[in-house]
């Protein structure tokens, strides 16, 4: 089966930049879309960002466009998301996931997923 392994979570300053990093190991049949969530305490589990398998076509939540960036290097099996001008409210748990059935948007349809790195925005 098809394991994730985040890193790149921590606490930083508002402003401040980030970059997460999500590596995938185990059966696969090539390359698959893969997807940043995220949740804060007491919220949804929510879509960030998405990148086609060939990481031609990358996909923004509205209010992280031009702030965040997904990129994949698929020599290496591994996905970003690069993470500048932080805000507070983009404090929360990020979690990888990977092989989207039906939509992107969606975190019912990714079949795998990372155990989750913390991300704290202070102010």
């Known amino acids: 089966q098809v394991q994730l392994v985040e890193s790149g979570g921590g606490l930083v300053q508002a402003g401040g930049s980030l970059r997460l990093s999500c590596a995938r190991s185990g059966r696969t049949f090539g390359n698959s879309a893969m997807g940043w969530f995220r949740q804060a305490p007491g919220k949804k589990r929510t879509y960030v960002a998405a990148i086609s398998s060939s990481g031609r076509n990358t996909y923004y939540l509205e209010s992280v466009k031009g702030r965040f960036t997904i990129t994949r290097d698929n020599a290496k099996n591994t996905v970003y998301l690069q993470m500048n001008n932080l805000k507070p409210e983009d404090t929360a748990v990020y979690y990888c996931?990977?092989?989207?059935?039906?939509?992107?948007?969606?975190?019912?349809?990714?079949?795998?997923w990372g155990q989750g790195t913390q991300v704290t925005v202070s102010s």
């Open positions: 996931a990977a092989d989207s059935r039906d939509s992107y948007f969606d975190a019912l349809s990714y079949a795998y």
